[in-house]
């Protein structure tokens, strides 16, 4: 399995809303990332899904500077 396929695997949260955001936004825009945010973004996948959820739908914040600017990146592609 290659990395792609894998990442597109680790989307899919069980919760229709966070998986549409994931995978849009891995399929429209991972491919442009830096190595660095790409790593940000696969680090960022093995959060827990409340805190993803907190992050991307509640809008609580990350205290992690990269995934804050992740954040704000997957919600543009809403």
Not at 10 to 17: D, F, I, S, Y
Not at 50 to 73: A, F, M
Request: net charge negative.
């Amino acid at each position: 399995m290659n990395k792609h396929a894998k990442l597109k695997w680790r989307c899919r949260r069980g919760m229709r809303e966070l998986d549409l955001l994931l995978e849009v936004f891995l399929n429209l825009r991972y491919d442009s990332l830096t190595d660095e945010e790409q790593d940000t973004f696969a680090r960022f996948l093995e959060e827990p899904n409340e805190r993803i959820v907190d992050w991307l739908l509640e809008n609580t914040g990350s205290p992690d500077v990269k995934y804050k600017e992740l954040i704000e990146q997957i919600r543009s592609y809403q």
